[in-house]
């Protein structure tokens, strides 16, 4: 039946581990070929390494990320884009269109830039690639931040046909 409505957000279960909704979706969209446990032991170890690095850290500071999950959170939260540009027709032209973001696409772009840039690396196990962009995104940096920021350069770019937004 094409355009069925699924309640996947109900459907959703929270990771075994760590209890959170949104890192397990993260894990869904790590999961290639329906292995599951493989994205979950990728992602879990991933988020260790993290914790690892995060013990060696001698900074002490109010901003500084408690363990892992929170440095995950604050990673996503970077990448989220605020606008980005749709293409339309009007009048026989096409023209880029600044548009706001919802807050699931936010969430999704997020995810599948991180994802992206740990893909696009080659000769490292992927929880490697993976920890290196979350901590890199946490501070503001990495190949996801860069996505994020063109997206943002090409809205502000093309501000003067935010009026064909509809």
């Known amino acids: 039946m094409a355009g ?3 309640h996947s957000e109900a459907q959703l279960r929270p990771d075994p581990k760590y ?17 599951k446990t493989s994205a979950q032991r990728c992602v879990y170890d991933a988020l260790e390494a993290i914790d690892g690095r995060l013990a060696k850290d001698e900074t002490e500071s109010d901003q500084k990320p408690k363990d892992g999950l929170d440095l995950f959170r604050r990673a996503i939260e970077n990448v989220k884009p605020y606008v980005e540009v749709r293409s339309k027709r ?5 023209y880029q269109v600044p548009i706001q973001v919802s807050s699931k696409r936010q969430q999704s772009l997020a995810f599948r830039w991180i994802i992206t840039a740990c893909r696009s690396e080659t000769g490292r196990p992927m929880k490697f690639k993976l920890a290196e962009e979350l901590w890199a995104a946490s501070r ?13 350069r090409m809205a502000e770019a093309n501000k003067a046909f935010a009026h064909f937004a509809k």
Do not use: P, Y
């Open 4 to 6: 069925r409505i699924t």
């Open 140 to 152: 503001g940096e990495g190949k996801a931040m860069t996505t994020r920021d063109q997206t943002h």
């Open 90 to 94: 009007i009048g026989g032209a096409n």
């Open 19 to 35: 209890n959170d909704k949104v890192l397990s979706k993260f894990i869904n969209c790590i999961m290639t070929d329906g292995r």
